[in-house]
Protein backbone atom coordinates (compact mmCIF):
# COMPACT_ATOMS: atom_id res chain seq x y z
CA UNK A 1 0.00 0.00 0.00
CA UNK A 2 0.98 3.50 -1.18
CA UNK A 3 1.30 6.34 1.12
CA UNK A 4 -2.23 8.56 1.88
CA UNK A 5 -0.76 11.32 1.85
CA UNK A 6 2.17 12.46 0.64
CA UNK A 7 5.50 15.36 1.71
CA UNK A 8 3.93 18.15 -0.74
CA UNK A 9 0.13 17.43 0.38
CA UNK A 10 1.05 18.15 3.75
CA UNK A 11 2.90 21.51 2.96
CA UNK A 12 0.46 22.83 0.95
CA UNK A 13 -2.07 22.23 3.80
CA UNK A 14 -3.67 25.55 4.79
CA UNK A 15 -3.71 26.31 8.36
CA UNK A 16 -5.62 29.27 9.77
CA UNK A 17 -3.75 29.38 12.82
CA UNK A 18 -0.72 30.55 11.12
CA UNK A 19 -2.53 34.08 11.05
CA UNK A 20 -3.77 36.35 13.73
CA UNK A 21 -7.49 36.34 14.03
CA UNK A 22 -7.10 40.47 15.16
CA UNK A 23 -4.59 41.88 12.51
CA UNK A 24 -4.66 39.30 9.90
CA UNK A 25 -0.54 39.03 10.02
CA UNK A 26 1.06 35.79 9.88
CA UNK A 27 1.89 34.66 13.84
CA UNK A 28 5.60 33.19 14.67
CA UNK A 29 6.99 30.94 17.44
CA UNK A 30 10.15 32.72 19.26
CA UNK A 31 11.54 31.26 22.09
CA UNK A 32 11.35 33.42 25.18
CA UNK A 33 14.19 32.72 27.66
CA UNK A 34 13.29 34.63 31.03
CA UNK A 35 16.03 34.69 34.27
CA UNK A 36 14.84 34.82 37.58
CA UNK A 37 16.26 34.18 41.31
CA UNK A 38 15.53 30.77 42.89
CA UNK A 39 13.87 30.91 46.41
CA UNK A 40 15.57 28.19 47.64
CA UNK A 41 19.01 27.75 46.54
CA UNK A 42 19.21 31.68 45.73
CA UNK A 43 20.78 30.97 42.55
CA UNK A 44 19.84 32.35 38.98
CA UNK A 45 17.48 29.75 37.00
CA UNK A 46 16.52 30.62 32.88
CA UNK A 47 12.98 29.63 32.16
CA UNK A 48 11.87 28.77 28.29
CA UNK A 49 8.82 28.73 26.36
CA UNK A 50 8.11 29.49 22.58
CA UNK A 51 5.56 32.27 22.31
CA UNK A 52 3.25 33.14 19.40
CA UNK A 53 4.20 36.54 17.96
CA UNK A 54 2.32 38.80 15.35
CA UNK A 55 2.03 42.27 15.14
CA UNK A 56 -0.57 43.08 18.06
CA UNK A 57 1.07 41.27 20.56
CA UNK A 58 4.96 42.06 19.58
CA UNK A 59 5.57 44.77 21.56
CA UNK A 60 4.05 43.25 24.76
CA UNK A 61 6.33 40.27 24.85
CA UNK A 62 9.53 41.81 23.20
CA UNK A 63 9.83 44.54 26.19
Same mark, same amino acid.
Given at each position: ???????????????????? %? =????? +?? &?????? %? =????? +?? &?????????????????????
Amino acid at each position: MGKSKSFADKMNKKDSSTHC %S =ECGES +IT &AVKLIS %S =ERSKK +IN &AWRFNQRFVRVCKCNENEIIS
